[in-house]
């Protein structure tokens, strides 16, 4: 069975500013049926807002962007949460995404910022950073 994820911002930021890292790298496996990510309507307003106000310095047009959020649409589980139970974390933001990986069952956050997810094992889901998710799914040895 597949692992289900749900990517944190800062992943998809680090994946549009370098093509040789890790993000990057479980950015372009999106679709390849190694695992299946999970949105929800919040989340992907958070990497639109994130994404568009730091257009200029990660080298791309609000049309650039609109382009990776649909493909990330498309091949995303799209969830919805009918429950709040916030605060969980320091971050509201990061509750919006345990949220998420809550609702879908997911196995995996993946983040660069493991800190900002201590105690989520008791929710079934654990923070992991990029290059470490790919070692689960196979891709890194």
């Not at 479980?26 to 807002?49: A, C, R, W």
């Not at 498309?74 to 998420?100: G, N, Q, S, T």
């Not at 809550?102 to 654990?126: A, L, P, Q």
């Amino acid at each position: 069975m597949m692992p289900r994820v749900i990517l944190d911002t800062n992943v998809l930021i680090a994946a549009l500013r370098s093509c040789r890292g890790a993000s990057f790298k479980v950015l372009n496996l999106l679709g390849s049926g190694l695992f299946q990510l999970s949105v929800s309507v919040p989340l992907v307003l958070e990497y639109e807002n994130v994404t568009k106000r730091m257009s200029r310095s990660l080298g791309l047009s609000h049309s650039d962007i609109d382009d990776i959020l649909d493909y990330i649409c498309f091949v995303a589980e799209h969830r919805e949460i009918f429950y709040l139970w916030r605060p969980c974390l320091k971050d509201p933001m990061d509750d919006m995404v345990l949220e998420v990986a809550v609702e879908s069952e997911s196995d995996f956050i993946v983040t660069h910022n493991i800190r900002n997810f201590i105690g989520i094992e008791h929710f079934g889901v654990k923070a992991i950073p990029p290059r470490q998710f790919l070692e689960e799914i196979g891709e890194l040895s």
